[in-house]
C-alpha cells in the first residue's frame, strides 16, 4: 500500500530527493545517491508521471520512496500503488481515511503490474 500523506502534513526528512518535472525522462535522469523521486500532478487529468512512475520501477529498476505530490486524488491511489509509486501527498481537503479505504475495495488483481509483476493465476 501507499504511505499516504495529508497536504500540509508532510514530515521533514533528510533524504536526497530529485524532484522530476513532467516532461523528464525518467530513462535519462541519475538516479546515483537518490532516496526519492517526486513526480507531480499539475492537474488530476496529466498522467505523465503514471508513466514515469511505471519506467522507473520497472526499467530503472529503481527501489527508492517514488513520491505523488500536486492534484492527488483519492481514487488514483490504487493505480498510483500499482505503477510503482509507494507515497503520496494527498490534494488540500482530501482525507487520508478516505484514501485508506481504497485499497479495502481491491484486494487482488488479475494483471500483474510494477509491484507484483506475475498475474493472479501464477501467483502461490
Do not use: C, W
Not at 524532484?19 to 507531480?40: C, Q, W
Not at 519506467?55 to 513520491?67: A, P, S
Not at 481537503?93 to 475495495?105: L, N, S, T, V, Y
Request: glycine share 8%; hydrophobic share 45%.
Amino acid at each position: 500500500m501507499i504511505t499516504i500523506l495529508a497536504a500540509g502534513a508532510v514530515p521533514a526528512d533528510h533524504l536526497n530527493v530529485l524532484v522530476l518535472a513532467n516532461d523528464a525522462d525518467p530513462l535519462e535522469v541519475s538516479l546515483e545517491g537518490i532516496d526519492r523521486v517526486e513526480l507531480d500532478f499539475p492537474k488530476f487529468t496529466d498522467g505523465r508521471a503514471f508513466t514515469q512512475a511505471r519506467l522507473l520501477r520497472q526499467r530503472r529498476g529503481f527501489t527508492g520512496d517514488i513520491r505523488a505530490t500536486g492534484d492527488v486524488l483519492v481514487d488514483q491511489l490504487v493505480q498510483m500503488y500499482r505503477v510503482g509509486f509507494s507515497s503520496a501527498v494527498l490534494k488540500e481537503g482530501k482525507d487520508p481515511a478516505d484514501a485508506e479505504r481504497q485499497f479495502a475495495r481491491y484486494p487482488a488483481f488479475y494483471q500483474g503490474d510494477a509491484v507484483v509483476t506475475q498475474p493472479l493465476f501464477a501467483r502461490n
